[in-house]
């Protein structure tokens, strides 16, 4: 069996917890630039606040209702996540990490011969350890137990424990999930379902296996064969590391000067080169993109990317960013009001199975390794990007705009939560 | 390095070091303060009203989130929206709110109020 932990308005649920005058009030958290809603209290979704809209269409109803507005204070939900999780990991040793604010374990081995009474158990000493709400649903796979954790928090929210050990609970599940809520079921599949007449998670299991491979490929086979209880999605372990990584941002401000856009380039790049030293791998390609703002309509609007190979694989901040700025200068185009760029570096492979180039000889390798773990040494002593390549300046004004931004509570002495003593 | 032991672990030219055997790992403040890490945080007191007891104004309290107070013990905790640190306090006639302080009242907790106990404070830092 496999339950999925999920943490309730995770964002807002962690503003609260050092915020006390949050209780009961409708709290929204807004995407990196303040841009759009990517959090809600349950009192800012009865407001009608939808996912995803847009910060200043809602102002209206902001002012209106006195919604509390937080802009996303990473270092704080990075921290609190952290937290939830080594909670969970203590009751049950295999863990899955699915997101910031999601975790599958697997319980199949566990002794407990009431799963339920363990996921309130679970449930309860996260709450009390972090303050943090959880949803707990438990079935065979990956997929139903996505549907049992939505089931949960849909139907029981205050237990918002669901463990679906018995078939007719699995049936329950199925005929109560809309086939648009099946975990892996895209827009797309979504239409051509509905207009095939399957309505619900139970429409779909009953659906002609031939047919769902036919239209709709391995990957709704693979779906359906998880909603009959027979598990298809493998287990990431943890232990082996992520297999692509990414930084990527929207500007602060429009940026019209390639020196700006090498900046946040050189930036990102060394970022996911930190990434990837921490996780001990090296990358074979390196993916660079560009774009305008789509949403304003009066602007030409732009969009590149290109994929390059690093030659030997690297981790070396300074060997990547000559590649970035290559990808930089194939795809950069003046003229045009960039707010959106990014780095990904892909085909990840341990670091110690990386060989030398044709002209490369083994004394400059270890030269370019002893000089990254230095910089990541100082770095982490004196704070992030006192050493950086020059190309990322110091010049910050594509930096996030973060009007809302609450304190880093757990992560610096001088932003601890105040009590009063008065 | 990861074992703490950064100080001592110096390579003699000469005669190894006659204590290399009995090396003990550096103290670690981390682990002394935060026996739970999961559910400490660290708070920071703003007021005098917890002096007599230690816990003077600006000082950083650690407070695990993990514990059930034990009666009479220092809590933090939020009342009417607002986070104070004060002694919790069960007496035959109800749950109270104790400053360590005379110029403070004590405060009977009563049904109407909107109280919580958010952690216990565990230690506290003075800078001298």
New interface residues.
Partial sequence: MIALIDCNNFYVSCERVFD??L?RKPVIVLSNNDGCVIARSDEAKELGIEMGAPSFMINDLIRKHGVEVYSSNYALYGDMS???M??IKEFIPRTEIYSIDEIFADVSSLTHNNLTDLAKEIKE?VM????IPVSIGIAATKTLAKLANRYAKKTSPDEAVFCADEDWKIQDILAFTEVKNIWGVGEQYHKLLNKNGFHTAADFVGAPQAWVRKEMAVVGLRTQQELRGIACIEWHDESKGKKNICTSRGFGKLITTKREVQQAIATFTSSCAQKLRKQNSCAQRIHVFVQTNIHRKEDDQYFHSISLDVGVPTNSTRELLKYAMKALDIIYRPGFKYNKTGVMVMDLIPANQTQLGLFETGSSRAKEKATMVAVDAINKVYGCDVVRVAKQEFNTKWKLRQQHLSKR??TR?SD??????? | MKNGNELKTVAYAGFPSPADDYLDPELDFNAYFRKNPAATVAVRVKGDSMVDAFIPHNSIVIVDRSLRPPNNSIVIATLNGENVIKHLVRTVDGLWLLPANDKYKSVRLTEEMDFAVWGVARHVIIDL
Avoid: N
């Fill in positions: 006390p005058k209780k952290a937290r939830v080594k909670v000493s009390r350890c972090t303050g509570y757990t002495f601890l939560m105040k009590v009063k003593a008065r």
